[in-house]
């Protein structure tokens, strides 16, 4: 075992030697001449094996007492155990050094038995002190282990935000506190805050957690005395307390909670749902079950916040209990049974879907509403074993009617909390849909808005994986919760479903309505369709039909039927509906036109001048949406122009309005751009500037439309209205001369819909605007029924190409059938979006006939010229259109040199000698002679020139223009070879030269 370290720091050697001769046998010495060489030697060594120090007060460098000053402020050093050296035995030295620090006090000359008793006294003293520090040290040690288990302990029992109870410690006092005072009457309050999912949605969850924090301060000061009290979860707080503490009017007291006190202008209301506690022997769950049964009574009753349990809220848990024990047994035997509510269509008026609805066939009770049994579902979580039964037997239905040939309609289903959580739902789905051999879109599925407020990012990465798999999304209920734009705007669903609640007491309140329509001007311009429920009386469907509402569910048509009643129904289809309906604007890319797409938005804010979207109705034009060179021209803000955006005619002049309003007419009316100018006061300087203003209609009709319109300040013009007037006629004259047809047409996912047409297209057709639209709703009306699939391929693939053309046959008003060429661009396409097509129609009947006849008369003409020997090629000038036979590879000559005119490209196939002659042919052809013909030498496959007779033949058409070249080559080398034969002979060289020439 290695000696403790004993130091001496002293500058006289012989006092050194003296030391160590004293301690040489106990300890390991080391020895310094000065306090600095002291302090190296104590830093270097490691902490704890220095013992003690002996330290003389009188040194050179550095003297004892900077050495004890700075020991001191050494942590390391500090606890080094220094015994002073002096022969100043004075009580001021002494104290003095015992106040920086020194441990003991020894004088020289040294007694030897004297300085090793104060060595060995410091050291027996240093090392209790070690010892007691160890304990010291354990115990803190323990006391911390105990107050950890302790705060474990805390977090188990209590809730983590607020510091109370939570619910099994605060069940677990309770019991103890009715067990210790048998005698004493008590009550259980169970209580939570009225609408809290509101205060978290509007003030956001920090504010929510502050106020549930306050809330446990009021019952730490209310229930201070007496009584136990805990948050159970969420916003739902329990107290057990002596009767006496917990009067009525104490609650009046706590009912009704002030925020001002954290800075808001807000306050919070409670429910509270009281049960006196008699039967002491009952669980304390089952006394929170039935306060909490009181409580959700409370919140049916808006006249006093609180309700006592009593004997009819026992018997409704006694009736949930009685469900909850049949309902296992009852869906084995196939006791819930779908029912059909239909969907009808106001402008079909015919049903075009319907929603699967569940009763409970009960044996013994008959037919139970769903009232009785979907809540007690709902809070068991048997509702997730119901649904997947009611989606089976949707299915299985519209399987049913598939295989007997029926015609099919679509149907929803609900989904539930429980299962829209569910991993793989859209698999499970999926599943389904394959087992019957259906397609996604015939199965409609439905969330209930609150659902959405529980977990939306879930929410929505589950609605994104149905879509993905074809699935159409309802959101039921729309309008119940508090957060419903919010959701609307994060959550891709595809229809909304208005609550029911929106049309309670309409008639009788003009702020329903004024909602009801807000809400179906919204989901229009997001392009949403909307089905309204709960609809009963004949009044609210023609509220609806007017604010252009189509599809409605409810009572007034039907009740949900069994699915043999709703065949039925379904064959004998209303034969007379509440009338027709305001035509809705075709679906139109209206989330470009009018939402977020960056691209559009600057195209709108800086490509198109002053343009403005309006929606009008009779007696009123509306702005919905204005560019900046709008807001210039007329000298808007945002503020401004939204204050007069509501009718336009009302800011205007009754002479202006009348016209404008006229204008409108027309334009719906006719299709037909229109144009007006008006004196207007520009904002705010009231300065008299005059617009012109150009109408083009987008889709709608007379009771409904939607306009664009375009303004251009020509203050500076007005001068020169005649010559605007000119052009203007001019212009519009040009537009009714139009031969070819121009069509705007949308298509949205498969459908098509046409959205506009020039004249010139209804002319083509044999029809006025009006009588078009009321004979077709669908662009591909006029086509013939052979050619309409390809046509309709060919529209759905502009999306692809981008560009393309094709022929099709079309019908005239009258019978008579035209052929139409059509050259498509698909303007726009979005993921989901649909698309945009720009179509331009001409008449080719005639180039058709032209094309046949000349199809036919080429065939006749190759006829010709193979009994003649003949190769005949020819090319149209119109349609680029070449043809060469295949007897064209007895020459050597490139196809292609036959389309062009140029010399150049004869160069390799014409004999050198013969160039004069084929550029005499050429020019002639220029010139345009009908005929020419010449003989020269081309060259042939195998490399030599035989001779050839060349002709070209020039046709024309109506109008004396070329159309067609005709050509013809025959082999004439075996006549010019007999003639080179025959003029050999001298008598007949003479004929033979005048007969080449000629």
């Known amino acids: 075992m290695p000696k403790n370290i004993l130091l001496i720091v002293d500058d006289a050697e012989v006092h050194r030697i003296i030391l160590i001769n004293i301690f040489q046998d106990q300890y390991e010495i080391l020895t310094a001449g000065d306090g600095r060489q002291a302090l190296e030697l104590l830093a270097g060594i490691p902490d704890g094996r220095i013992t003690v120090v002996l330290l003389d007060l009188i040194m050179p460098v550095m003297d004892g007492y900077a050495v004890l000053e700075e020991m001191t402020r050494r942590d390391l050093l500090r606890a080094i155990p220094v015994i002073v050296l002096t022969g100043d035995a004075a009580p001021d030295t002494e104290a003095s050094v015992l106040a920086r620090g020194a441990w003991d006090f020894i004088t020289k000359p040294y007694q030897p038995s004297v300085v090793k008793k104060r060595v060995e006294n410091v050291i027996r003293i240093c090392e209790a002190s070690e010892i007691r520090t160890e304990n010291l040290l354990l115990q803190k040690q323990r006391e911390a282990e105990h107050a950890a288990s302790e705060q474990i302990r805390c977090y188990a029992e209590h809730d983590e935000l607020t510091g109370l109870y939570n619910r099994r410690k605060f069940c677990a006092e309770t019991e103890r506190m009715l067990a210790k005072d048998p005698d004493t009457a008590y009550v259980l309050v169970y209580l939570d805050v009225n609408r809290f999912n509101a205060v978290n949605d509007v003030l956001g969850e920090g504010f929510g957690d502050r106020i549930l924090m306050m809330i446990a301060d009021v019952f730490r000061g209310a229930f201070r005395t007496g009584g136990v009290y805990g948050r159970l979860e969420a916003d739902h707080f329990s107290v057990c307390a002596p009767e006496e503490m917990l009067s009525l009017s104490h609650l009046r007291e706590i009912a009704h909670f002030d925020c001002s006190r954290i800075g808001l202008d807000y306050s919070i209301d409670f429910r509270f749902g009281i049960y006196r506690i008699r039967d002491r022997k009952l669980p304390v769950t089952k006394m929170l079950d039935r306060a909490d049964a009181a409580a959700h009574a409370a919140h049916e009753n808006y006249l006093q916040p609180y309700i006592f349990y009593d004997e009819s809220m026992r018997e409704k848990i006694l009736a949930e209990q009685a469900v909850s ?45 769903p009232g009785e049994f979907i809540p007690v579902f709902e809070k068991n979580g048997f509702i997730a074993e119901l649904d997947k039964n009611v989606w089976e037997q949707a299915c299985r239905y519209l399987a049913d009617r598939r295989q007997r040939g029926l015609e099919s309609i679509p149907i929803s289903v609900n989904l539930s909390r429980r299962s829209i959580y569910r991993r793989n739902l859209a698999e499970d789905l999926g599943r389904l849909l394959k087992k019957y051999e259906l397609e996604p879109q015939m199965l409609g599925l439905e969330v209930t808005e609150s659902a959405y407020t529980e977990d939306p990012d879930e929410i929505r990465n589950t609605v994104l994986a149905l879509q993905q798999k074809g699935f159409c999304i309802l959101m039921d209920d ?149 560019n900046r060179d709008y807001f210039e021209i007329y000298g808007f803000t945002p503020e401004t122009f939204a204050e007069k955006a509501e009718n336009v005619f009302d800011n205007m002049p009754a002479r202006d309005a009348r016209a404008e309003e006229k204008i409108c007419q027309k334009v719906i009316r006719t299709g037909s751009i229109q144009r007006g100018v008006f004196a207007v006061d520009r904002c705010p300087d009231g300065r008299r500037i005059w617009v012109e203003r150009i109408y083009c209609f987008l889709g709608g009709n007379e009771k409904r439309a939607l306009l664009c319109i375009a303004a251009n300040q020509i203050s500076d013009r007005q001068s020169s209205a005649e010559q605007l007037s000119e052009s203007a ?132 003409c190759q006829l010709a010229a193979r009994r003649a020997e003949r190769c005949v090629f020819e090319w149209d000038e119109e349609t680029g259109r070449f043809f060469a036979p295949p007897g064209l590879e007895r020459f050597a000559l490139n196809p292609e040199c036959l389309r062009q005119d140029g010399p150049a490209d004869w160069e390799p196939w014409v004999h050198p000698e013969d160039w004069d002659v084929f550029r005499e042919l050429l020019e002639r052809v220029r010139s345009g002679e009908l005929h020419t013909e010449a003989e020269l030498r081309l060259k042939k496959t195998d490399g030599g020139f035989d001779w050839t007779s060349l002709t070209v033949d020039l046709e024309k058409d109506g109008d004396s223009r070329i159309c067609r070249r005709v050509g013809s080559l025959r082999d004439i080398e075996d006549r010019v070879r007999g003639w080179e034969k025959r003029s050999l002979r001298p008598e007949n060289k003479r004929g033979a030269a005048n007969l080449r020439d000629s």
């Open 478 to 626: 729309f309008g119940s919760g508090y957060s419903s734009l919010n959701m609307l705007k994060d959550l891709p669903v595809d229809i909304l479903k208005i609550d029911m609640k929106f049309l309670q007491n309409f008639e009788t309140s003009s702020r329903a309505g004024s909602i009801i329509t807000s809400v179906l001007r919204m989901a229009r311009w997001l392009r949403l369709p909307v089905i309204a429920e709960g609809v009963e009386t004949r009044a609210q469907v023609e509220f609806l039909e007017s604010i252009g509402c189509d599809r409605i569910q409810g009572y007034y048509f039907s009740k949900p039927l069994p699915p043999e009643q709703f065949e039925e129904y379904l064959r004998r289809r209303p034969p007379a509906g509440p009338g027709e309906t305001a035509e809705e604007i075709p679906d139109v890319n209206f989330d470009e036109l009018f939402g977020g797409s960056s691209f559009l938005n600057q195209l709108f804010s800086h490509v198109f001048g002053g343009v403005a979207f309006y929606e009008y109705t009779p007696g009123k034009l509306e702005a919905i949406r204005a």
């Open 325 to 369: 024990e049949k309902m296992e047994s009852a869906l084995k035997n196939g006791q819930f049974e779908m029912y059909l509510q239909p969907q009808f269509s106001l402008s079909e008026n015919r049903p075009i879907g319907a929603e699967a609805l569940v009763r409970w066939n009960d044996p013994d009770r008959g037919i139970v509403a």
């Open 729 to 860: 006629g001019r212009f519009s004259a040009l537009l009714n001369r139009m031969r070819s047809g121009v069509l705007l047409c949308s298509d949205q996912r498969g459908e098509l819909s046409l959205i506009s047409a020039n004249p010139g297209y209804y002319r083509m057709l044999g029809y006025t605007n009006a009588q078009y639209r009321a004979r077709w709703k669908d662009p591909l009306g006029p086509v013939c029924r052979e050619d309409r699939g390809a046509v309709e391929e060919y529209l759905h693939g502009l999306a692809k190409s981008g560009e393309a053309v094709c022929e099709y046959l079309a019908r005239r008003r009258g019978g008579t059938e035209i052929w139409l060429h059509c050259r498509g661009i698909c303007m726009k396409e979005g993921a989901g979006r649909g698309k945009l097509l720009f179509l331009m129609i001409s008449d080719v009947t005639e180039e058709k006939h032209r094309r046949s006849l000349s199809a036919r008369e080429a065939e006749r």
